[in-house]
Nanobody, 119 residues
């Protein structure tokens, strides 16, 4: 059974920094990509950053130059610098993978971690 657990969220002042972590437990057969999504009150969930098995990264325009996604083994990170109030949201870790050798490609989600940017 695959589980994703986010951590590192909290309250930070505008201009501050946070680093989110996502720990993967359980085994997977093939890894395709991981990403960070966020959802603010009254808004739809959006993809913030993603990273492929080959290490290629992509970012939504609003966070380019401020956020960095990275991965090592079973952990995914999101370094967030120069935070703005509009970054306030619940941040979710996502995994796209084939869990078993004969199984389909599936999407997995963590429970989310709250990031609040406010003075």
């Amino acid at each position: 059974q695959v589980q994703l657990v986010e951590s590192g969220g909290g309250l930070v002042q505008p201009g501050g920094s946070l680093r989110l972590s996502c720990a993967l437990s359980g085994s997977i057969f093939r890894f395709y990509a991981m990403g960070w999504y966020r959802q603010a009150p009254g808004k739809q969930r959006e993809l913030v950053a993603s990273i492929t098995s080959g290490g290629s990264t992509n970012y939504v325009d609003s966070v380019k130059g401020r956020f960095t996604i990275s991965r090592d083994n079973a952990k995914l990170y999101l370094q967030m610098n120069s935070l703005k109030p509009e970054d306030t949201a619940v941040y979710y870790c996502n995994l796209e993978a084939v869990v078993t050798m004969t199984g389909p490609r599936t999407s997995h989600w963590g429970q989310g971690t709250q990031v609040t940017v406010s003075s």
